[in-house]
Every structure is written in C-alpha cells, then in structure tokens.
C-alpha cells in the first residue's frame, strides 16, 4: 500500500482521472467522519463544498452500508449521479430473493434477541443491521448477537462494524458488484474507489476490467487498496485534487 499524498501516488493519480472516471465513495468514515451517533453523521463543510463541486463537473456514485433513502438526506444536496446502499445489495435486477432471507434473518434475530436490553434491529429491506451501541454491556450484547446470528434459517454474511452487525444475504450483490455494473451504466472502464472498511474491500479488487484506482482511508496491511490517506479529514485535499485535474 502506498501514500497517495506522495510524488508518486499524486502523478499516478493525475495520470488516471486525466481520462474518464466514475468517482465512487463510500460514505461513513471516507466522506464523513466516523461519530458515535450514526444519526448524526454528515460532511464536514468543506468536505461537502468540494463533493458538490465534484458532482456538478464528473460523474459521481456513493456506496454505503446506509439504506438508499438514509444516504439521500446526508449528501448535502449534491447532485450524485448514482447513491447505493445496503453495501451493493440494492443493485441488480433480481433482488426479490435477498428481501425474502432478509425478511427470514429478521424474524429468527427478533426472536433470539427479544429481552436482550440495548440491542435493535435496523431493517434495511436487503440486508439489517444489528446495533447495540445503547447496550450497557457490550460484550454481553455482542455475544448474544453472536448466538443469535448462528441461529439464523438463511446462509447469510455478517460483517462487523462499530458496535453494529450487517447482516447480508449469501450472494446478494456487494460493493465490488454495484462498482462494476455503475461503471458499465455510466459508460466508463475506469473507477476511482475511496473506502474505509471490510465491505470497501469488495471493491478495492475489482479490475483489471473495470480499473480501478483504490484508496484507503488509513494504512492497513490487510486491505487490497493500492494507495491510502493518513487521515478521515484528507478527503478534502482528494476531492480537490480531483475537482481541479480531472478530465471533464
Ligand atoms: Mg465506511
């Protein structure tokens, strides 16, 4: 992983968005920074300046872990050419099957965890998350949320996340799928991807077909992201960089 605040990765950078791109990012601790409150997280104002500026020139796409209609409300009015939620699982032409096992998942967890004190069910229609952010005790939160997941009637994915389970349907699209199909409708062989977390991962390695320029925010030895930023707050001088090089 390289620092895309560098000579190298700038000129790598420049290089890239100087023919046409679809600008993806995720949102929560890549656009915004992370808060204890998901309710309340949203863009800083200068963060929320550049993303518009972005938006009115190139096109642009969000992928979030959110719900479709969460995220609409947080992008600060900027015209986004493409918003997906549920990680992915909100694109595709078949999403019947996975509103079924979400359904199925959610009914087996509200059984399991009904009286387990601070734990909700957020349900997402494709996938649900599982908070437990009001739980006085976590651990004992996380473990029942654990035992309760086992039990579950559908194979289903679980990611975990600050204080918070996603709960996915097996082969319902992810982030790397909902990257490929908006390149194919945007018209463009190439993406830029900016994400923070496991589920960005799916799409830090998609390519070569679409390519894809992948930035991290935060170093990790773990991540398949070909370049990172130090920080959250670096996000600005991106957008900037981009709003200013970029092919239009
Ligand atoms: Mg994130």
Redesign the pocket.
């Known amino acids: 992983m390289k620092r895309l605040f560098s000579p190298e990765g700038l000129r790598a950078l420049d290089a890239f968005v100087a023919s046409p791109v679809l600008f993806a990012f995720?949102?929560?601790?890549?656009l915004a920074p992370l808060v204890d409150d998901r309710d309340a997280a949203v863009m800083r104002r200068d963060t929320a300046r550049w993303f518009c500026d972005l938006c009115a020139r190139l096109p642009v796409a969000v992928i979030t872990g959110r719900s479709a209609s969460d995220i609409a409300g947080r992008l600060g009015g900027a015209a986004v050419r493409y918003a997906v939620g549920n990680h992915g699982a909100e694109c595709g032409d078949d999403l019947a099957p996975f509103f079924e096992a979400s359904r199925r998942a959610r009914a087996s967890l509200s059984s399991s965890l009904a009286g387990v004190r601070g734990v909700s069910i957020e349900d997402k229609g494709t996938t649900l998350s599982v908070h437990y952010r009001d739980a006085t005790n976590a651990r004992a939160a996380r473990d029942a949320i654990a035992r309760a997941l086992r039990a579950v009637p559908v194979p289903v994915r679980v990611i975990p996340g600050k204080r918070v389970r996603s709960v996915v349907p097996v082969g319902a699209p992810h982030k790397g799928d909902a990257l490929r199909l908006l390149c194919a409708r945007a018209g463009v062989g190439a993406a830029l991807f900016v994400?923070?977390?496991v589920t960005?991962e799916d799409a830090f390695a998609v390519g070569p077909s679409p390519r894809v320029f992948s930035v991290r925010v935060g170093p990790s030895r773990r991540s398949r992201a070909a370049y990172f930023l130090e920080a959250q707050a670096d996000i600005d001088r991106l957008l900037a960089r981009i709003v200013t090089t970029a092919h239009t």
């Open positions: 995720d949102f929560d601790g890549t994400g923070d977390d960005d």
